[in-house]
């Protein structure tokens, strides 16, 4: 890019060589800086280089497809790099022709995610997205794409997904592809096919998304592995039941007029300002944000020389601390375990637990995520002020669910596997006890004896007149002892 005699010397060997060298850059990012520099005229360089070696499909496959791979990359679409990586796809998308090669090359590709992303972002986020949309070359491409299908990766349903929801495939297409409408993964960056690759906590992709939930069928009884199935069942319902509040929540708040209950629990000017060891929930990110007026803290910081004042200062900001220690410890927000969503633009961008709280006087807050490289993430989504980013806690227990669904994640068996997953019919009402009392015969006789002494005393049978002198049991008792007998495993719901 510097040298103004390669430039004008440009062949096909060149620009293979050119696109060799971007993808051996080692910091993307600086790559990223350079292609955009007016004075590196890396655009320029990109679109003589294509005029070149677009002819050839190998270089379409073999070496554009992973350039765009690495431009697309969550760490770059995530962060402030965003605005230069769709500045240079819009203007790889006007070289001459090559939306017509790529439409004829598509079909072959072995990887075509990288161009459904690129056309995803051609359609929705560029500046002349609304143009892209209309136009009949992109308008080919996409029906190109949607008849060809994913790869078979939860990533190329997903994106595939989002392909139809942006631009509204017609269903002669869709419906041609059945994998992408029915069963688990593809719908949002959290939607995987094994259940324990999911997230508990929300994606913002994710709650964003406008596709339904997959939730299992419990009808689905012939499956090849049904304990797999039971405790995929039970993850994804449960966790429907705390993903559903948080979904409507941020639809609330993205409404013209949120409710008040919302309303009073966003807090303003939100910045990441430290990050702390916590002894229990680990690292978690400092956020500072501005307080409720009531929890604001008047504090004199001017050193007095003289005793008597240096000492009521003192004893004045301690009173003050004190107020607001008192507020916050009564407060119903920020507790310990609450769900937080960080917003921008009334947009989420990620949600974190409250966890360090050490800091709250002085209106900090420690936010723990799902692991280290979305903690890095979040430190350059928000480590800069910027304008309305704000944090909500949302509806949803999250602390009370996170133990169960980490448990069914964690878990290999199921517990009396045998009565629970592969339920047998149940037992006739006149049905002898379960096999392991059957060795017993005084388990035999006692059965035999229950059952003809309905709405007697059973006490003596028992053995318990020292507790109770005199035990009769209703209709509805006296059947739930006896299905006690009967099975394995019995469900009793009381009272008694």
């Not at 379409?60 to 240079?88: C, N």
């Not at 929300?202 to 964003?208: H, I, K």
């Not at 995929?232 to 705390?242: A, G, P, V």
Request: overall charge negative; glycine content about 4%.
């Amino acid at each position: 890019m510097k040298d103004p005699e390669a430039y004008n010397k440009l062949d096909f060997s060149s620009a293979k060589k050119f696109f060799l060298a971007m993808n051996e850059f080692p910091d993307k990012g600086e790559l990223i800086a350079r292609l955009i520099s007016q004075e590196q005229k890396g655009k320029e360089c990109i679109q003589r280089s294509l005029e070149f070696a677009l002819s050839s499909q190998d270089f379409v496959d073999g070496i554009l497809s992973p350039f765009l791979q690495s431009l697309l990359e969550d760490r770059f679409m995530e962060t402030y790099f965003k605005h230069h990586v769709l500045e240079i796809l819009s203007f790889i998308s006007r070289v001459p022709f090559f939306q017509e090669l790529l439409a004829i090359y598509y079909p072959e590709l072995r990887n075509g995610e990288p161009f459904i992303r690129m056309v995803l972002f051609l359609i929705t986020e560029t500046s002349d997205a609304q143009a892209n949309r209309e136009s009949k070359t992109i308008q080919s491409l996409i029906t190109c794409i949607m008849k060809r299908g994913d790869d078979g990766t939860p990533e190329g349903k997903r994106l595939l997904r989002q392909l139809n929801s942006a631009f509204g495939v017609t269903d002669r297409i869709i419906k041609t592809q059945a994998d992408i409408t029915d069963g688990p993964g593809g719908r949002h960056d959290n939607d995987h096919e094994n259940f324990r690759d999911i997230k508990i906590l929300p994606t913002a992709d994710e709650v964003g998304s406008k596709e339904p939930s997959y939730l299992p069928r419990s009808s689905d009884d012939h499956v090849a592995d049904p304990e797999t199935h039971l405790l995929d069942r039970q993850f994804r319902q449960l966790r429907e039941d705390m993903i559903g509040p948080v979904k409507d929540e941020i639809k609330d708040l993205q409404s013209e007029k949120p409710s008040r209950r919302t309303s009073r629990k966003i807090f303003s000017n939100v910045q990441c300002v430290d990050v702390s060891l916590h002894p229990i929930d680990g690292a978690c990110i400092v956020f500072q944000f501005d307080v409720p007026a009531k929890a604001k803290i008047n504090l004199n910081p001017r050193f007095e020389k003289d005793q008597e004042k240096e000492k009521k200062r003192k004893a004045q900001n301690k009173a003050e601390e004190k107020k607001a220690r008192e507020f916050w410890d009564n407060y119903p927000y920020l507790r310990p375990g609450a769900l937080i969503c960080i917003i921008r633009n009334n947009k989420p961008i990620r949600f974190g637990v409250v966890g360090d709280r050490t800091q709250i006087v002085q209106g900090r807050i420690g936010l723990r995520f799902y692991n280290n490289s979305e903690e890095i993430a979040c430190l350059a989504e928000i480590g800069m002020p910027q304008p309305e980013t704000r944090m909500i806690e949302m509806a949803s227990a999250y602390f009370s669910y996170e133990p169960i669904l980490s448990s069914l994640q964690n878990m290999t068996n199921v517990p009396l596997e045998k009565d629970v997953v592969v339920a047998p019919a149940a037992p006739a009402a006149s049905a002898a006890p379960v096999d392991h009392l059957l060795g017993s015969l005084r388990y035999r006789n006692l059965f035999r004896k229950i059952s003809d002494r309905e709405g007697q005393d059973i006490a003596p049978l028992l053995g318990v007149e020292h507790v109770f002198p005199q035990l009769i049991l209703d209709p509805s008792q006296h059947e739930a002892l006896l299905m006690c007998l009967r099975n394995r495993l019995a469900l009793v719901q009381g009272p008694p």
